[in-house]
Nanobody, 128 residues
Framework: QVQLVESGGGLVQAGGSLRLSCAASGRTFISNYAMGWFRQSPGKEREFVAAITWSGFVTYYEESMKGRFTISRDNAKNTVYLQMNSLKPEDTAVYYC????????????????????WGQGTQVTVSS
């Protein structure tokens, strides 16, 4: 019923910036749900990047992302964003956006179980 489509990935040099977008389509609007970003690189498990509550009032970041990445949302556009600055080669991964099961996450920090669907991902490659 809802589809998430990521865009904005690409090839960038270390220190550069990218802004990822995740557009939701279908009958479900994201305004009532928390949203998150995850990433996965070859040979590694999917890891949490950032999340935002339904209102945008609270955001949460994996420690290595703090100060570099910013998650935001525009509920009127049914879209969530991930602004990535000061990119490093280790940021190379496929980035996925995720739809929350509710407006918040249950625990202190977001967990995969707090999200119920993911997009197909967008590739981010950071060169040295």
């Amino acid at each position: 019923q809802v589809q998430l489509v990521e865009s904005g990935g690409g090839l960038v040099q270390a220190g550069g910036s990218l802004r990822l977008s995740c557009a939701a389509s279908g009958r479900t609007f994201i305004s009532n749900y928390a949203m998150g970003w995850f990433r996965q690189s070859p040979g590694k498990e999917r890891e949490f990047v950032a999340a935002i509550t339904w209102s945008g009032f609270v955001t949460y970041y994996e420690e290595s992302m703090k100060g570099r990445f910013t998650i935001s949302r525009d509920n009127a556009k049914n879209t969530v964003y991930l602004q990535m600055n000061s990119l490093k080669p280790e940021d190379t991964a496929v980035y996925y956006c995720a739809l929350g099961k509710g407006p918040l996450w249950r625990g202190i920090s977001p967990a995969p179980a707090d999200f119920r669907s993911w997009g197909q991902g967008t590739q981010v490659t950071v060169s040295s």
